[in-house]
Structure formats: C-alpha cells, structure tokens
C-alpha cells in the first residue's frame, strides 16, 4: 500500500501535509514531526491580544485587607 502525501490549502496557498503513517513506530517518518518541520506560518492569522483578566494592584489589595479588618 503505497501513502501519498495529501494536499491542504490555506489562503488559496497549497502546501504538502504529511500522509498519517500506520506504523506505530516513532522514527523519521513520524507524520508529526514531518508536519512541524513542513508548516508554513504565512497561514497563521494576526491576532492583538487583550489581557481579560487582570491581577489587583497592590493599592487593591492593602483596600481589600483593611476592609476586612473594619468588619471584623
């Protein structure tokens, strides 16, 4: 049985994609590693990254404590 590498596109951008191996050894052709070593970044997206979650300042805190303090 012969394995023929497959085809993906991104972009309009076609690029050879490791075929799925199956053997269960971990060698040169692991399809893995043949990805990794073949991936094209120009098909990742820009991303901005916004921070959601964000930590409490350390004025936050010290209001926090005395808060707790005072009702107690």
Request: with cysteine.
């Amino acid at each position: 049985m012969e394995i023929t590498p497959r085809r993906s596109t991104c972009n309009g951008h076609s690029h050879r994609t490791s075929p799925h191996q199956t053997s269960s050894k971990m060698g040169d052709n692991n399809p893995v590693k043949q990805g990794v070593e073949t991936f094209d970044k120009k098909c990742l997206k820009k991303t901005s990254t916004a921070e959601k979650n964000t930590l409490p300042t350390k004025e936050d805190i010290e209001q926090e404590k005395k808060a707790e303090e005072g009702s107690k």
